[in-house]
């Protein structure tokens, strides 16, 4: 399922664990609603080439938005040497959680 990221909404990374603030969304940015796909068995240890293609079909991630964090723990060392470059990374979509989901009950 697709999370849409909205600026200002606090988010953890799905490896390093740490946590940081949406600062900009590009949606719709990386991915595929669909995918050439081949159906049915291939002998283990054969080469697929383009000729066995069989269909056409969903694909497992869909389509996921590009999201610029910035990152107020440093948890992992890609991060650590990242965010003391620049204050705020892109990432893919699929690797952020939201921290906090708006809800109307009162």
Do not use: C
């Not at 080439?49 to 389509?63: A, E, L, S, Y």
């Not at 893919?92 to 921290?99: A, E, Q, T």
């Amino acid at each position: 399922m697709k999370i849409d990221f909205e600026t200002g909404q606090l988010v953890r990374h799905k490896v390093s664990r740490d946590i940081g603030l949406v600062v900009k969304v590009e949606r719709d940015y990386y991915g595929a609603r669909q995918a050439f796909k081949i159906y049915g068995d291939i002998p283990k240890g054969s080469a697929i080439r383009p000729d066995m293609v069989n269909g056409i079909g969903p694909t497992k991630d869909g389509i996921r938005d590009k999201v610029m964090v910035k990152w107020y723990t440093n948890n992992n060392e890609l991060h650590r040497e990242q965010v003391g470059i620049r204050n705020s990374v892109w990432h893919d979509g699929n690797i952020l959680l939201l921290l906090e989901l708006e809800t109307d009950e009162r």
